[in-house]
């Protein structure tokens, strides 16, 4: 089974600081994604990537960055964290090789709180 | 750009009833669709898919789905629901590209009482 494996299940962090929320996928994937999701608005895709140091904006990308330094890593930084980044987060992953017919598997998220 | 609607933020159904949730979507060519479930403190898991073919999906935990081209539906269905059931049920459409990006409905959260 593919595992989607994200560093954290909660995070309470502080306005102003630097957050990195760290994903690792076991299953050679091209592609991974981050996205936040709030009650309501469903997940929203914040970045994501298909291949390494390969980036591309999603639909909410503003005051979130991102790294791929390698395959199986991908990480979403917070360069200056706010209170309205508050939200759960959860990354996936899936493969390109065969198409586009691949669905994407998700981590178990990390709820992040920003005081 | 493609959007899926999910019209129904919260249900609640009788253990062993019948259960169909909806689902529409936009898209300007044929859709790829997805029913994925999350319960409490989890990630998403996948339910089903649909991308050619039969109509009717079938997938996991004995649930199926429906793809109406003229309505733009993929519902979602299931003909007696257990109380493991309850959980927040999201419908995606995918776009093509170099990754396959999704973009998701608000969600459905499904009550199950006994």
């Known amino acids: 089974d593919v595992k989607v494996t994200q560093s954290s299940r909660y995070l309470v962090k502080r306005t102003g600081e630097k957050v990195f929320l760290e994903c690792v996928q076991d299953m050679d994937h091209e592609n991974m994604f981050w996205y936040r999701q709030d009650p309501g608005l469903g997940l929203r895709l914040i970045y994501f990537s298909y291949d390494v140091k390969m980036k591309e904006k999603g639909d909410i990308p503003e005051g979130y960055s991102v790294s791929r330094e390698k395959k199986e890593r991908f990480s979403l930084i917070l360069e200056s964290a706010s209170t309205n980044q508050t939200s759960m987060y959860l990354c996936?992953?899936?493969?390109?090789?065969?198409?586009?017919?691949?669905?994407?598997?998700f981590g178990d998220g990390t709820r992040l709180s920003i005081l | 750009a493609q959007s899926v609607t999910q019209p129904d933020i919260h249900i609640t159904v009788s253990e062993g009833a019948s259960l169909e949730l909806r689902c529409n979507y936009s898209?300007?060519?044929?859709?790829?669709l997805f029913w994925y479930v999350q319960s409490p403190g989890q990630g998403l898991q996948l339910l089903l898919k649909y991308f050619s073919g039969d109509t009717l999906v079938q997938g996991i935990k004995g649930f199926e789905a429906e793809f109406k081209r003229s309505q733009s539906s993929f519902n979602l269905r299931k003909p007696s629901v257990h109380w493991s059931d309850a959980a927040e049920y999201f419908c995606?459409?995918?776009?093509?590209?170099?990754?396959?990006?999704?973009?998701f409905g608000t969600g459905t959260r499904l009550q199950v009482t006994l």
């Open positions: 898209y300007g060519a044929t859709p790829y």
């Open positions: 996936a992953s899936n493969n390109r090789d065969r198409g586009f017919n691949q669905p994407q598997h």
């Open positions: 995606a459409v995918g776009a093509t590209g170099t990754a396959s990006k999704l973009t």
